[in-house]
């Protein structure tokens, strides 16, 4: 069981940015990825973004261009910086140690992000 913790919610007005922490209890493996994924109340679980050991990145549609991920392998620590953000980004924001570029079974308890207009 690989624990994840998540760090940097909270409330920020529309235009602002924020930026998100994860920091997983061992070291990705060469298969593995840590990403982002986010739900809001009535809504799927959606990929934000991804990155691989290898560091090759994944976004979803609605951040391209907004959202950046990035990694410390030796803090084994995933980061989100959102920038441009919109009251739909509002969500709870997990992090989970993924296989490939998919999703794995640990994941983090989340943050709230919540933007206002």
């Known amino acids: 069981q690989v624990e994840l913790v998540e760090s940097g919610g909270g409330l920020v007005q529309a235009g602002g940015s924020l930026r998100l922490s994860c920091v997983a209890s061992?070291?990705?493996?060469?298969?593995?990825?840590l990403g982002w994924y986010r739900q809001a109340p009535g809504n799927q679980r959606e990929l934000v973004a991804l990155i691989t050991a290898t560091g090759t990145t994944k976004y979803g549609d609605s951040v391209k261009g907004r959202f950046i991920v990035s990694s410390n392998s030796a803090k084994n620590t995933v980061y989100l910086q959102m920038n441009s953000l919109k009251p739909e980004d509002t969500a709870v924001y997990y992090c989970n140690l993924g296989v490939g570029v998919t999703t794995g079974r640990n994941w983090g308890q989340g943050t709230q992000v919540t933007v206002s207009s």
């Open positions: 061992r070291r990705m493996f060469t298969s593995n990825n």
